[in-house]
């Protein structure tokens, strides 16, 4: 991009001057993001439409509850433990500062209850199954297997996208759940095990300050999240346009936007619960 | 031969399409009687995969009118023109075969979606088209990555006619497939309109097969239709177009 500015500087120094140019593509971005924005709603409410029609797709959708839940319990477990374990070792570390370990297993509960499950959950979701999603959808559209479905009187929306935006919608609420444990029982073991912290104050703790209300708060944004990136990377998938390589930068676009709604949609919902 | 003077199963008129900036059809005009079988000749890109795409409601035209059975399609909703859809099969150029299901599952698709058939049924039928296209039972459990081109092209074929619809839009059936099978495919399509009354529209490169197969063919260059008729009067074609495309083959034969 640069390279290609610079070049039509040299050409046609008649242009507006870079800075026009620049704020002139920035306004043009958030167009087209609006734009693309109205096309995902569109969709989502197609998806809507067609979900609650018959007949409903079973076996798809316990492929999808499948591949997207049962195939990402391991890698939410293991994620899980790790910050945990991480967040346990830093937070405790900075405690001691004031000689207040035993606020560690509080603070990293809450914290990972309320914020941190649900959007690694959601990422760990979008980058495995999402990816997945989105060049699986890609490559059937570009090479007209959806095209074929149609023909079939196969609606490719309730047959394709509602079994995975359901499996989005209901799995990754459930990771997350599965994320609060294992990130818990990490922070227990560095926490007790290696900084000091007595099992019982530790638990104590924690029961004392964790309100279910903050595992809900992390339930409801693992759907919303789910939702969201199941839902993105099925509309950039299905419009992949351009043979493999369309498919490849419909992947792409896939994991950014999927990504960057994670962090847009935690602050807005964050918001809205409180 | 059919009867010409039969109502119309698909009517074509005024059909203008572009992508951006690139007029493809510019004013089609076409229809095929009911029962009858029309064979679409024209240049590579001419637009004819594109025009049989409206045909079925999978592209919306920018202007014009497609009719098939007595309906317009273009205002139609996906709702209806999934109706509508049921009475057509469709062979894809590249197959389109699904490729998460085997051959024997791709053909039993449209079954399982439409039919409430018992799989002992099912079998059947699948095991009849698969016959029919000289598939053999070990060709059933592969996937079609493990298929070759001319298979694949067979499998799709066995999928579009598995509902025995009542329309079947070929897309290039026997390009890729030895002159053995091709015979074979044109004598199914044959049979299909003689014995079953399918109305065929069929797109070839096959200049010998369209003359044999064909009640009607339709002439597509730059957009438009530039002869459409028996066989015979695009034979004595005037057009200059027409002419130097035939004689590529009627040149080497007579
Ligand atoms: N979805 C699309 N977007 C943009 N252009 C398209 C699209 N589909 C087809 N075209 C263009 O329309 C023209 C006609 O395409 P079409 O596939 O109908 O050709 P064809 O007559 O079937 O050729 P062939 O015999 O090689 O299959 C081509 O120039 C193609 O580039
Ligand atoms: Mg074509």
Same mark, same amino acid.
Request: charged residues 20%; hydrophobic residues 45%.
């Given at each position: 991009?640069? $390279?290609?500015?610079?070049?039509?500087?040299? $050409?046609?120094?008649?242009?507006? $001057? *870079?800075?026009?140019?620049?704020?002139?593509?920035?306004?043009? $971005?958030?167009?087209?993001? *609006?734009?693309?924005?109205?096309?995902?709603?569109?969709?989502?409410?197609?998806?809507?439409?067609?979900?609650?029609?018959?007949?409903?797709?079973?076996?798809?959708?316990?492929?999808?509850?499948?591949?997207?839940?049962?195939?990402?319990?391991?890698?939410?477990?293991?994620?899980?433990?790790?910050?945990?374990?991480?967040?346990?070792?830093?937070?405790?570390?900075?405690?001691?500062?004031?000689?207040?370990?035993?606020?560690?297993?509080?603070?990293?509960?809450?914290?990972?209850?309320?914020?941190?499950?649900?959007?690694?959950?959601?990422?760990?979701?979008?980058?495995?199954?999402?990816?997945?999603?989105?060049?699986?959808?890609?490559?059937?559209?570009?090479?007209?297997?959806?095209?074929?479905?149609?023909?079939?009187?196969?609606?490719?929306?309730?047959?394709?996208?509602?079994?995975?935006?359901?499996?989005?919608?209901?799995?990754?609420?459930?990771?997350?759940?599965?994320?609060?444990?294992?990130?818990?029982?990490?922070?227990?073991?560095?926490?007790?095990?290696?900084?000091?912290?007595?099992?019982?104050?530790?638990?104590?703790?924690?029961?004392?300050?964790?309100?279910?209300?903050?595992?809900?708060?992390?339930?409801?944004?693992?759907?919303?999240?789910?939702?969201?990136?199941?839902? *993105?990377?099925?509309?950039?998938?299905?419009?992949?346009?351009?043979?493999?390589?369309?498919?490849?930068?419909?992947?792409?676009?896939?994991?950014?936007?999927?990504?960057?709604?994670?962090?847009?949609?935690?602050?807005?919902?964050?918001?809205?619960?409180? | 031969?059919?009867?010409?003077?039969?109502?119309? &199963?698909?009517?074509? !008129?005024?059909?203008?399409? !572009?992508?951006?900036?690139?007029?493809?059809?510019?004013?089609?005009?076409?229809?095929?009687?009911?029962?009858?079988?029309?064979?679409?000749?024209?240049?590579?890109?001419?637009?004819?995969?594109? &025009?049989?795409?409206?045909?079925?409601?999978?592209?919306?035209?920018?202007?014009?009118?497609?009719?098939?059975?007595?309906?317009?399609?273009?205002?139609?909703?996906?709702?209806?023109?999934?109706?509508?859809?049921?009475?057509?099969? &469709?062979?894809?150029?590249?197959?389109?075969?699904?490729?998460?299901?085997?051959?024997?599952?791709?053909?039993?698709?449209?079954?399982?979606?439409?039919?409430?058939?018992?799989?002992?049924?099912?079998?059947?039928?699948?095991?009849?088209?698969?016959?029919? &296209?000289? =598939?053999?039972?070990?060709?059933?459990?592969?996937?079609?990555?493990? =298929?070759?081109?001319?298979?694949?092209?067979?499998?799709?074929?066995?999928?579009?006619?598995?509902?025995?619809?009542?329309?079947?839009?070929?897309?290039?059936?026997?390009?890729?497939?030895?002159?053995?099978?091709?015979?074979?495919?044109?004598?199914?399509?044959?049979?299909?309109?003689?014995?079953?009354?399918?109305?065929?529209?069929?797109?070839?490169?096959?200049?010998?097969?369209?003359?044999?197969?064909?009640?009607?063919?339709?002439?597509?260059?730059?957009?438009?239709? =530039?002869?459409?008729?028996?066989?015979?009067?695009?034979? !004595?074609?005037?057009?200059?177009?027409?002419?130097?495309?035939?004689?590529?083959?009627?040149?080497?034969?007579?």
């Amino acid at each position: 991009m640069a $390279s290609e500015n610079a070049q039509n500087a040299e $050409s046609q120094p008649e242009q507006p $001057s *870079v800075l026009t140019r620049s704020i002139e593509g920035v306004g043009q $971005s958030v167009i087209s993001m *609006v734009e693309e924005l109205g096309h995902l709603i569109t969709l989502g409410v197609d998806v809507v439409r067609w979900g609650v029609r018959r007949p409903y797709r079973w076996v798809n959708l316990f492929f999808q509850l499948d591949f997207v839940g049962v195939g990402s319990v391991f890698i939410v477990l293991l994620t899980g433990l790790f910050t945990g374990m991480v967040f346990a070792n830093q937070s405790a570390r900075a405690f001691a500062m004031f000689d207040a370990q035993s606020l560690v297993g509080p603070t990293v509960a809450l914290v990972l209850t309320r914020e941190l499950a649900p959007v690694f959950s959601a990422l760990m979701v979008t980058m495995r199954a999402g990816s997945a999603m989105c060049t699986e959808l890609g490559t059937m559209r570009v090479t007209e297997q959806v095209d074929a479905l149609e023909t079939m009187a196969v609606n490719p929306i309730q047959y394709l996208l509602v079994p995975r935006v359901l499996a989005g919608l209901f799995m990754v609420p459930l990771l997350t759940l599965l994320f609060d444990t294992s990130g818990i029982l990490g922070a227990y073991a560095v926490a007790v095990g290696t900084q000091g912290v007595s099992a019982g104050t530790f638990i104590t703790r924690t029961q004392q300050w964790l309100d279910p209300i903050d595992v809900y708060e992390g339930l409801i944004k693992g759907a919303v999240f789910g939702l969201a990136v199941t839902l *993105v990377c099925c509309f950039k998938g299905f419009n992949a346009t351009g043979g493999a390589k369309g498919v490849g930068q419909a992947t792409t676009e896939a994991m950014v936007t999927s990504a960057l709604s994670i962090f847009i949609l935690d602050f807005i919902v964050g918001v809205l619960l409180h | 031969m059919a009867d010409t003077s039969s109502r119309p &199963m698909i009517e074509i !008129s005024g059909l203008h399409k !572009s992508f951006g900036v690139h007029k493809v059809l510019t004013g089609i005009d076409l229809t095929v009687p009911a029962g009858s079988t029309c064979v679409i000749l024209g240049g590579s890109g001419s637009g004819k995969t594109v &025009m049989m795409k409206h045909m079925i409601g999978l592209l919306k035209p920018d202007e014009g009118r497609v009719v098939i059975d007595g309906e317009d399609i273009v205002p139609m909703g996906p709702e209806a023109l999934e109706k509508v859809r049921h009475k057509f099969g &469709m062979v894809f150029q590249a197959a389109a075969l699904f490729d998460s299901m085997d051959v024997y599952d791709n053909v039993a698709f449209p079954l399982r979606e439409h039919r409430g058939l018992s799989e002992e049924e099912i079998r059947k039928l699948v095991r009849s088209k698969l016959d029919l &296209m000289g =598939l053999p039972q070990s060709a059933e459990r592969k996937f079609p990555a493990d =298929l070759s081109g001319g298979m694949r092209k067979r499998v799709g074929l066995a999928r579009a006619i598995v509902m025995n619809p009542k329309i079947v839009l070929y897309d290039e059936p026997t390009t890729g497939l030895d002159p053995i099978t091709t015979d074979y495919v044109d004598e199914m399509i044959l049979a299909a309109q003689r014995e079953l009354g399918i109305t065929s529209v069929v797109i070839s490169h096959d200049i010998a097969s369209a003359f044999n197969i064909a009640d009607q063919i339709a002439f597509l260059n730059k957009g438009v239709i =530039l002869e459409q008729g028996p066989p015979e009067q695009l034979r !004595s074609s005037q057009h200059p177009a027409v002419k130097v495309f035939l004689q590529t083959w009627f040149g080497k034969n007579d």
